[in-house]
């Protein structure tokens, strides 16, 4: 999984591989016990991320799996404005920085 959130050429796909995490971290009790790995994972792509889908996607994984609100829909797929985007991406860093 973080080989293609890391090394995915396509956006949409580093997106959904974020995604994927939220999703494991769900739905498997396993990786529930992972959570501030996970969250590390994500800080780090969501410090390199330039596509405005896919971190949007990272944002809203970080959001869920930290269980903080940041003001992103996890159920909207649509991308958010730059300026909601930075917004959000402050908060986010903030938060993991405390992790």
């Known amino acids: 999984m973080k080989d293609r959130i890391f ?3 396509d956006p949409e796909t580093r997106g959904w591989a974020s995604t994927a995490l939220m999703q494991l971290f ?3 009790k396993e990786i529930v016990n ?3 790995k996970l969250l590390n994972t994500l800080k780090v792509a969501l410090h390199s991320e330039q596509n ?4 949007n996607c990272i944002l ?10 940041l003001g992103l829909s996890p159920r909207d797929h649509e991308i958010v404005s ?3 985007l930075e917004k959000v ?8 920085q405390e992790i």
């Open 34 to 36: 992972r959570k501030t």
């Open 26 to 28: 769900h739905n498997n």
């Open 7 to 9: 090394n995915e050429t």
């Open 89 to 96: 991406k402050k908060k986010a860093t903030k938060l993991l």
């Open 82 to 84: 730059k300026e909601i």
């Open 60 to 69: 809203v994984s970080i959001q869920e799996i930290s269980g903080k609100k």
């Open 52 to 55: 405005d889908y896919a971190l």
